[in-house]
């Protein structure tokens, strides 16, 4: 599928990210999200991920990160003179790395906490409590308790019904499975799933586990030092064999390899035969 013949609601287009005004984050990075689907955005540490959400969002400001160069558009509409909270309002949630949760609010006030980027949006409905009770059973039964007691689970749970509540378009979710249990990754995910289908919430996620994104995703890019080295359809990317080979990191003598050496390794092997 070709993304310029799709509805987008999110691109970003050559974008470079740099700070302290030194280091350089993103080396002209390019991606799409169609409206309606989940895609998604992986790579090792340190390639990038998470600064690109933040640029996405108009966080880097905060980390002294600052966009150089290119464009992102959200909705149609550049991003680069909108506020974070005025692109909440217009539809745009970020769920970041490590939850972040109001620890000494309960479960019910961070919720409420949350309703307030509703506050001047034009035709927004009222916080639906119950909407977020409906994928998160559990967070109805500890509303009442207080949000640092949660579990990690739980907590991400929380996290995700607090982007909820703000009526999103647009999710950005930053590594939903990190230091999660095999079953509550599992749990989370088919919630991400559901909230896709059921809501027709656009995604752009990013994980490191790789196989559960690319599982859930409909599409999916791969990052390495802040570019873009490959991008498909989520089955194709799940059953290339240098991808695979990229996220195991490993060569068959045991050496680091990256995904670039192994282009370059694959062009000059058909050059010499």
């Known amino acids: 599928m070709n993304p310029r013949t799709t509805d987008l ?11 302290n ?27 990038g991920k998470s600064t690109t959400l933040k640029a996405v969002s108009n966080l880097l400001t905060l980390e002294n990160g600052a966009l150089e160069s290119g464009s992102i558009r959200f909705q149609g509409q550049d991003t680069a003179r909108r506020a974070p909270q005025e692109l909440v309002r217009a539809g745009l949630s970020h769920v970041m790395e490590g ?24 035709g927004a409905a009222r916080p639906d ?20 007691y949660l579990s990690g689970g739980e907590q991400q749970m929380l996290a995700i019904g607090r982007a909820l ?35 027709a919430t656009s995604m752009l996620l990013v ?10 995703a409909h599409s999916g890019y791969i990052m390495e030092n802040g570019k873009i080295v490959i991008d498909g359809s989520a089955d194709r990317l799940a059953s290339d064999a240098d991808v695979r080979e990229f996220y195991l990191g490993m060569g068959g003598g045991g050496e680091t390899r990256s995904f670039r050496e192994i282009k370059h390794y694959k062009r000059r092997k058909r050059w010499l035969s």
Do not use: C
């Open 9 to 19: 609601i999110l691109e970003i287009n050559n974008i470079e990210v740099v700070y």
């Open 21 to 47: 005004k030194a280091v350089q984050a993103l080396r002209g990075l390019s991606l799409a999200v169609p409206r309606g689907q989940i895609v998604a955005l992986l790579g090792s540490n340190g390639a």
């Open 99 to 122: 939850r972040h949760v109001f620890e000494d609010l309960t479960v019910e006030e961070n919720l409420v906490a949350a309703s307030y980027a509703l506050t001047g949006r034009a």
């Open 129 to 148: 409590f119950d909407l977020v009770y409906h994928f998160f059973p559990r967070l109805h039964e500890r509303r009442k308790g207080l949000a640092g």
């Open 165 to 199: 509540i703000a009526q999103p378009q647009l999710m950005l979710l930053d590594e939903p499975s990190l230091g999660l249990s095999p079953k509550l990754v599992e749990e989370i995910f088919g919630i991400i799933v559901r909230i896709n289908a059921e809501r």
């Open 207 to 216: 994980e490191q586990n790789a196989t559960v994104a690319l599982a859930v």
